[in-house]
T-cell receptor, first 115, second 117 residues
Framework: QQQVKQSPQSLIVQKGGISIINCAYE??????FPWYQQFPGKGPALLIA?????SEKKEGRFTISFNKSAKQFSLHIMDSQPGDSATYFC??????????????FGSGTQLTVLP | EAGVAQSPRYKIIEKRQSVAFWCNPISGHATLYWYQQILGQGPKLLIQFQNNGVVDDSQLPKDRFSAERLKGVDSTLKIQPAKLEDSAVYLC???????????????FGPGTRLTVL
């Protein structure tokens, strides 16, 4: 089944805190897991991505943790800042028919970081 | 480098009317995608082009939606006739094409917000 489940739907964090967003998938054909950040009135923008052969990837304050056996992955935002307030989407990528690579998105998490 | 351009940014129409959206991808990007993003949901792929050919349109409601990408650059997405449930943001994205199945970042435009009354 081509579905990615994301939680929580919304998240409020104090400045300096840790934001954690979780995603789960069923389709074992997924082989690439990006996270996108979307600000109001803008399109989603790639934030960080991971392949299932590693368990963790860190870029600055953003870390993806990946659990292949549980088919779960999560985004951790350390030292959360008000500028991080946005909607975050997890996604999973697989190759569809015709060798086309496609993304399946989660439902999104609206993050609010309080000053 | 210029990003993905879309127009119009906003459109309000009445049900049963027709509407068209335009997308200009990043120069050199061979792959173009149209997504539908309903409020509170993630983007859902409608159609994917490789140059001017359709790679996947399995989730495109073909009875009312159509899309084309002439000359492998700009693309238009049309809805005719529109229904209330078509109210959404329509996002265009593009990516480079490398080896088949290769990982290419999708770059999204700002979207067109459609309201059907």
């Amino acid at each position: 089944q081509q579905q990615v489940k994301q939680s929580p739907q919304s998240l409020i964090v104090q400045k300096g805190g840790i934001s954690i967003i979780n995603c789960a998938y069923e389709n074992t054909a997924f082989d690439y897991f990006p996270w996108y950040q979307q600000f109001p009135g803008k399109g989603p923008a790639l934030l960080i991505a991971i392949r299932p052969d590693v368990s963790e990837k860190k870029e600055g304050r953003f870390t993806i943790s990946f659990n292949k056996s549980a088919k779960q992955f999560s985004l951790h935002i350390m030292d959360s800042q008000p500028g991080d307030s946005a909607t975050y989407f997890c996604a999973a990528s697989s190759i569809s028919s015709g060798s086309a690579r496609q993304l399946t998105f989660g439902s999104g998490t609206q993050l609010t970081v309080l000053p | 480098e210029a990003g993905v351009a879309q127009s119009p940014r906003y459109k309000i129409i009445e049900k049963r009317q027709s509407v068209a959206f335009w997308c200009n991808p990043i120069s050199g990007h061979a792959t173009l995608y149209w997504y539908q993003q309903i409020l509170g949901q993630g983007p859902k792929l409608l159609i994917q082009f490789q140059n001017n050919g359709v790679v996947d349109d399995s989730q495109l409601p073909k009875d009312r939606f159509s899309a084309e990408r002439l000359k492998g650059v700009d693309s238009t997405l049309k809805i005719q006739p529109a229904k209330l449930e078509d109210s959404a943001v329509y996002l265009c994205a593009s990516s480079l094409r490398r080896l088949a199945g290769g990982l290419n970042t999708q770059y999204f435009g700002p979207g067109t917000r459609l309201t059907v009354l």
